[in-house]
């Protein structure tokens, strides 16, 4: 069973940047495509990013050209590089991990106008 756990949220202006971590631990994380989903008040679940096992990538079109998802396998991490924010980006950001499975608890990202 894959555990996966988010950090690297926090509150930035409209334009700035973070990068956003998904560190798994129980299992090789190499072993799983991952995604990133996104849940803003009042709003369902939406899909952002995802990397596969042979490192395909894909995009929501909202965030394309902006986020960049990209996996270090020699330290079990995914990362989620978010540049040009906007406040429309501000949600709870969680990856999730196929085939266990598995969520994280979810990271904050506000950006602020």
């Known amino acids: 069973q894959v555990q996966l756990e988010e950090s690297g949220g926090g509150l930035v202006q409209a334009g700035g940047s973070l990068r956003l971590s998904c560190a798994a631990s129980g299992s090789i994380l190499s072993a799983n495509s991952v995604n990133w989903y996104r849940q803003a008040p009042g709003k369902q679940r939406e899909f952002v990013a995802s990397?596969?096992?042979?490192?395909?990538?894909n995009y929501a079109n909202s965030v394309k050209g902006r986020f960049t998802i990209s996996r270090d396998n020699a330290k079990n991490v995914v990362y989620l590089q978010m540049n040009s924010l906007k406040p429309e980006d501000t949600a709870v950001y969680y990856c999730?991990?196929?085939?266990?499975?598995?969520w994280g608890q979810g990271t904050q990202v506000t950006v602020s106008s």
């Open positions: 990397v596969a096992r042979g490192g395909n990538t």
């Open positions: 999730y991990s196929l085939p266990s499975g598995s």
